[in-house]
């Protein structure tokens, strides 16, 4: 039964880590579109909107990475959350 929930446990903090890269890579394609494209005529918004939004998908990725991290250390001492 520990065998199977240690597994269960593996694959959410893989999941975590995938979305983490995900919106970390949505943040940083987010920005580069604020910064060198127009978002006002993509997007209907202003640049500084989009450079907020990017910097908040990033800063929403690094705290998932980190959470992830602190699970996995978690899942290695045996206490899972």
């Known amino acids: 039964m520990t065998h199977v929930t ?48 990017a910097a908040i998908l990033i800063l929403i990725a690094i705290w998932t990475q980190i959470g992830t991290i602190h699970h996995m250390m978690l899942e290695r001492r045996g206490e899972i959350i």
Not at 19 to 43: D, K, N, R, T
């Open 6 to 53: 240690n597994s269960m446990n593996m694959k959410l903090s893989k999941a975590m880590h995938v979305g983490s890269v995900i919106v970390g890579f949505i943040g940083v394609v987010w920005f580069l579109i604020a910064v060198f494209g127009s978002p006002e005529s993509a997007f209907g918004i202003t640049k500084m909107d989009a450079l907020a939004c």
